[in-house]
């Protein structure tokens, strides 16, 4: 062992031991369609017991107007059908999963167009049962999101909701990516698993796709001014939740 690994804390240890187990992309997203082939069909029944602040990170939200003014810009002396002119509120979902947050965003913005883009076609399988209601304001790709993806631009909002950390080692670029697509004065929205003090934990999590090492926050406040800006522990502490919202500049 070197000097420099010695120096390490064991957090850093163990994050740099996850992103090395993740580093094959192809593998990490064959291994994530064949484990939501079966997932798909109990998750929306089970996730309620660990991903928490679902729901908290859309019912906080601002109200339509205020998602547009901050990127279309504010205009004291608008008339009626000046926003309707400037286009509908544009909401991306990353990892939209079985699409159960996307009715809700149809719902509470009912002129918004919504994409989400999951790379499990079962998962997705999902969500167009859900949302076929909402007809073509809601558009699914079935592919990983990433630069020369199909999701398009021009967003006013983008959410993750718990699929940041499975995006591995990717991560970073994801994000860089979600700010190119935001439009000046867009929101990110976030909610996921932060951190946890366990390895055993972390080494749980790893076997489900999943990397719990701290990385996240930093990486959200690093790119996006916070307008909310939470961390939670659950279960006596077993792990810390995060729930964020950002601008883009
Ligand atoms: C834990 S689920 C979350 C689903 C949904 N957002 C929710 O809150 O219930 C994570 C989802 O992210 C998707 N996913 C993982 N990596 C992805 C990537 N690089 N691009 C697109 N989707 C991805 C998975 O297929 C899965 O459906």
């Given amino acids: 062992m070197t000097t420099a690994t010695k120096s390490k804390s064991a957090d850093e240890v163990s994050a740099q031991k996850l992103n090395e187990k993740f580093s094959d992309r192809g593998k990490q997203i064959s291994n994530l369609q064949s484990y939501y082939r079966l997932h798909a069909m109990v998750y929306d029944a089970t996730r309620w017991a660990f991903l928490f602040g679902r729901k908290e990170v859309l019912r906080r939200l601002p109200p339509a107007a205020e998602l547009l003014a901050a990127t279309r810009g504010p205009d004291a002396n608008a008339k009626p059908g000046d926003q309707a002119k400037a286009g509908p509120l544009r909401i991306l979902e990353v990892g939209c999963g079985t699409g159960v947050n996307l009715a809700y965003l149809a719902r509470k913005y009912p002129e918004a167009e919504l994409v989400g883009v999951d790379l499990s076609g079962d998962m997705l399988g999902k969500a167009r049962a859900k949302l076929k209601t909402f007809g073509d304001r809601v558009t699914l790709l079935e592919e990983p999101y990433q630069a020369g993806g199909n999701a398009g631009t021009n967003f006013d909002l983008v959410l993750f909701s718990y699929s940041l950390s499975m995006i591995n080692p990717q991560w970073a670029e994801v994000l860089d990516q979600a700010k190119i697509d935001l439009r000046p004065g867009g929101m990110v929205a976030a909610v996921d698993f932060s951190d946890s003090k366990y390895l055993s934990f972390r080494h749980h ?30 279960y006596l502490g077993w792990w810390k939740y995060l729930i964020f919202h950002g601008r883009r500049a």
């Fill in 205 to 234: 999590m790893s076997r489900n796709h999943v990397m719990v090492t701290g990385h996240l926050l930093p990486g959200l406040r690093e790119r996006f001014a916070p307008v909310l800006d939470v961390e939670r522990g659950v």
